[in-house]
């Protein structure tokens, strides 16, 4: 098949690569849903794949976002936007909110909501620092 | 290749759709992410796969949780746990928020967040009353 008539600016090789890594993290997040069971109405696998993916990202986004050569753009693409991005949902959190607030469970809907939103934002600063920490003993070892 | 040996609680077969529909989420995302550029810091096309997500899901979710036929059950795999799961993305809401705190931009940190999760979960309830009024009307026509 010809690909002379393909316009520049489409990117299929970085869709590709997001595609390939949001098939895996999807796959994933389901495995993890089929092990872990709801706790009453409220999903527990999806906050802990969320928190567990917002972890790997920040971790990703310190380690990789330095390094500017195409690998390492390809490993964020792969990793980052495609497995992390597969595996974590928005969608289920807000479905899941939006149903606990429909059956009368708004404080659960409100602390699932926050506590998501909170503990996440927590895991993605340690993996920012436990990244950033491993970068600066590895430079400090090598100057 | 013999499945005997497979055991009988592993289920690859709903796995496989949510990786297909992930796959095809996770590219639609990258799409989006490509066609709209940030605005300042803030990028603006992960709230809006998320919040157009967090609708579909929604509208899914009620159109096709009273059906109990397996067709129906592959559809939300496919379409909900895989291609909404791998459109939306939890992690890099988590990661922008950090990034937005740590870059001295807290209000706009909060304001995202918030804001996400509320007009999400404002989404999700639109796309569930929409399912439900189509929902009502077609069992209207066939009484």
Redesign the interface.
Known sequence: MSTTSRAPHL?WG???L??????????G???V??AIPNLGDVPIAIPVV?II??F???YL?EAVTRLEATPAKNLK?LL???F????????????D???L??DDHAWS?IGY??G??II??I???LG?LIASAINNSRSKATS
């Open positions: 990117s970085p869709i590709a997001v595609a390939v890594g949001g098939a895996f993290g999807a796959a997040r389901e495995g849903s089929l969320n993916g917002a790997l990202l920040g986004y693409l980052g936007t495609g992390c991005g597969g595996f974590t949902t928005y969608s289920s959190l807000a479905t909110t939006a149903v607030f429909r809907a909501a926050l998501t939103v996440g934002a895991a993605t600063w920012i």
